[in-house]
């Protein structure tokens, strides 16, 4: 079944210092390698589209796939500042903006949210930055909730990053996320009503900010040819604290599996004399 993606967080680097084109713990892609001709064009940006197995919803026991839009940022010019993201560059500090769609939850989609209220669409904004080498890669990201949460969520990540054949580019590494109280209470507290409601089956729950996940994720890009760029990736998270306590991952999973295929095609073009 396909729908709307609802967790994979989509970040341009837009401001990047290192060329690392896209958010290190959010979307698909990755920068491959500028040939000679696109290096030295002023815009230069990879689209693409893929689909990704995930949970239906945080803590569920049930999978889908959704679709969902890959972009990423080679180089990029303004005038006055010239290339303000040049991806022939190896390492440096980077920065960039991060945005995320999380889907509405209703308690029809399991009967493990029997008796729940539903969870509007949300929309998180934020920012993030990090350090990167040739083979090493560290980020933190925070965003910003909008319509159906107010809370805070980022991540913490650490990548190795290694090139085990000439067109391969590989990414693994340790992940961190982390949600303040209003977000842990939408998704993962229970109300008395909500309690009265599901016929036993949840008991109330208050959950408090902090750190709700910890994992590890992995990702591989292939470079076709100079224009086309094939993306896999793979995750696990482990719910903890105060998410790994609540009713509704006592009664669904606390443990988060993903993996995602992708295609992408490069545009190189100049805007600016």
Same mark, same amino acid.
């Given at each position: ?8 967080? $989509?970040?341009?680097?837009?401001? !990047?210092?290192?060329?690392? +084109?896209?958010?290190?713990? *959010? ?13 030295? #064009? ?19 026991? !049930?999978?889908?796939? @959704?679709?969902?839009?890959?972009? *990423? ?26 945005? %995320? ?7 029809? =989609?399991?009967?493990? $949210? ?22 090493? &890669?560290?980020?933190?990201? $925070? #965003? ?18 290694? @090139? ?10 340790? &992940? ?6 209003? @977000? ?10 909500e309690a009265a409601n599901s016929g036993? #089956?949840?008991?109330? @729950? %208050? ?17 076709? %040819? ?8 793979g995750g696990y998270d482990r719910l903890?604290? =105060?998410?790994?306590? *609540?009713?509704? +991952? ?13 295609? !992408?095609?490069?545009? +190189?073009f100049d805007l600016f004399n």
């Amino acid at each position: 079944m396909l729908k709307l993606m609802t967790r994979a967080a $989509l970040a341009l680097a837009l401001g !990047s210092l290192s060329g690392t +084109a896209l958010a290190p713990g *959010s979307a698909l892609a990755q920068s491959g390698d500028l040939s000679s001709k696109d290096a030295n #064009r002023q815009f230069v940006v990879d689209l693409g589209i893929g689909a990704m197995v995930k949970p239906r919803y945080e803590a569920s026991d !049930s999978y889908l796939v @959704y679709p969902f839009p890959i972009i *990423s940022i080679g180089r990029f010019y303004l005038p006055g500042l010239g290339q303000v993201i040049d991806g022939r560059r190896k390492s440096g500090v980077f920065f960039y903006p991060a945005f %995320n769609f999380v889907g509405e939850r209703k308690a029809s =989609d399991s009967a493990d $949210l029997s008796g729940t209220r539903t969870v509007d669409w949300a929309l998180e904004l934020g920012l993030g930055g990090g350090f990167r080498t040739e083979h090493f &890669r560290a980020f933190a990201e $925070l #965003r910003q909730g909008i319509n159906g949460h107010t809370g805070q969520v980022g991540q913490l990540g650490i990548d190795g990053i290694v @090139y085990p054949a000439e067109k391969w580019e590989v990414s693994f590494g340790p &992940r961190a996320d982390f949600a303040s109280g209003d @977000y842990m209470d939408t998704y993962f507290g229970v109300t008395a009503s909500e309690a009265a409601n599901s016929g036993g #089956r949840l008991t109330r @729950y %208050n959950a408090s900010g902090g750190f709700k996940s910890v994992g590890l994720s992995t990702r591989a890009s292939y470079d076709y %040819n100079d224009d086309i760029r094939l993306h896999i990736q793979g995750g696990y998270d482990r719910l903890i604290g =105060d998410a790994a306590d *609540s009713p509704i +991952a006592e009664n669904g999973s606390k443990d988060q599996f993903s993996v995602g295929l992708g295609v !992408s095609y490069r545009f +190189a073009f100049d805007l600016f004399n």
